[in-house]
């Protein structure tokens, strides 16, 4: 593999909350060789002249769903798997052209899109799965209608998110379905939820000992539980159960979060997510019934960042769009400047979602030996965060694990 130098540029520090000036960055075999002034590179090295812009790692997101590749959630279930895996892989190289290098998806994406990265087959991000999202009968991953008595939600098919599941027995059995599958975590739907058809937001899901046997499967694989989460009701048992990682939370309490801080949790809060819904629900044929839903989550959702940050509970990026709405991506950025600051943005989506993603210190960071997931950014999102905006406008060159897959400064 070439080596490639970085020179003449800024680079972001994450951790630090700083740019650094007069810094090269060594790139050989995927990974970063070497941080510092002057240096030297092998023959035959790439040379990249950043004429002053900034380096920084790639972008996490922590909460996607690939195989959404229509609002139509059905419609992509019942697609031909050859046919939502080339949707998938389109939705995944989208993602990377915004900046991002990681995703971590909530429930759909399978052992095949992970290897089609790393094969070289999608140039896209790569993949961190938890396979399906498991749900309660009639709970929020299950899309049946009341009077559908069919069995199960066809989980068999690529393009379903979620996995009917109830009992202890049967929760035992799912999750280690999901890890022989080659989960890196195990997602649950602990509360109700905005898109699925039976239950309120209020709804609690999962019994305690069925969420309690799933974190047991998951601690003996050393993996972790992810849930989908508003109620503080409801996060405050996920957290009391052992869940580590807590999506959404726009209706966390302060003392919640306290709690959730010293368990060591982190939330994914995912505001554009109901933004979108929001601003474009009426033309997918969301109802007065769904809008009530939207509207409760979406009027907590800043508040939540305000008592997330203040309790020192960890947040990691994310963002929760299906279908259409993709085109909302960026738009978290500028929900999340609301409150949070443009260091504790880019933290959230690159050393926070590394963590998370089980990358700690090798991704999300610029070091050497840490993979070289790098993007090229005009100008210092520190100080306009607005620059990780606009679907990539402002990010020139795009590189995963030492693969230049976006190339635009010449």
């Known amino acids: ?15 630090g909350g700083v740019t650094k000036s007069g810094l090269d960055v060594l790139v050989e075999n995927g990974r970063i060789k070497s941080v510092g002034s002057g240096l030297d590179a092998p023959s035959g090295t790439r040379r990249i002249d950043l004429a002053g812009r900034t380096l920084m790692p790639g972008l996490i997101d922590c909460h996607v769903h690939v195989v959404a590749e229509t609002l139509d959630l059905w419609a992509n279930i019942i697609a031909p798997t050859s046919l939502a895996a080339l949707r998938s892989a389109r939705v995944m190289e989208e993602a990377l052209q915004r900046g991002f290098t990681t995703l971590r998806d909530l429930g759909g ?18 993949l961190i799965i938890c396979g399906k999202g498991l749900t309660t009968t009639g709970g929020h991953a299950d899309l049946r ?8 939600m066809m989980s068999d098919r690529l393009g379903s998110m979620g996995y009917v599941v109830d009992g202890v027995d049967a929760c035992r059995a799912a999750a280690r379905e999901m890890i022989k599958g080659g989960a890196r975590f195990i997602k649950i739907m602990a509360n109700g939820g905005v898109s699925s058809p039976n239950d309120p937001i209020e709804s609690i ?3 305690r000992e069925e969420i309690a046997a799933i974190v047991e499967e998951a601690e003996n694989a050393n993996i972790y539980v992810s849930a989908h989460l508003y109620t503080d009701r409801a996060i405050r048992r996920a957290v009391e159960l052992g869940v580590h990682s807590l999506e959404h939370c726009n209706l966390i309490e302060p003392e919640t979060a306290r709690m959730a801080a010293e368990k060591g949790c982190i939330a994914v809060p995912t505001l554009v997510a109901y933004e979108a819904l929001h601003l474009e629900g009426k033309r997918f044929g969301f109802g007065e019934t769904e809008f009530s839903k939207i509207d409760v989550v979406r009027n907590g959702g800043l508040r939540s960042l305000e008592i997330m940050r203040d309790a020192g509970l960890k947040m990691a990026f994310g963002s929760d769009l299906l279908g259409e709405l993709r085109k909302y991506h960026c738009m978290e950025f500028e929900l999340l400047a609301k409150v949070l600051t443009p260091a504790e943005i880019i933290r959230s989506a690159t050393v926070i979602g ?18 070289a997931d790098l993007i090229v950014v005009d100008g210092d999102p520190l100080e306009n965060i607005a620059l990780l905006q606009d679907d990539g406008a402002h990010i020139p060159l795009v590189m995963r694990d030492g693969l230049i897959l976006k190339d635009r400064l010449n």
């Open 109 to 126: 994406a399978d052992i095949g899109l992970v290897r089609g990265v790393e094969e070289g087959l999608i140039g896209g991000p790569r």
């Open 145 to 152: 209608r009341r009077t559908d008595d069919r069995p199960g």
């Open 205 to 207: 899901q999962f019994s």
């Open 1 to 15: 593999m070439t080596s490639i130098l970085f020179t003449n540029g800024k680079v972001l520090d994450p951790e």
């Open 354 to 371: 590394a963590e998370l993603c089980g990358y700690a210190g090798k991704l999300g960071v610029i070091t050497p030996d840490a993979l």
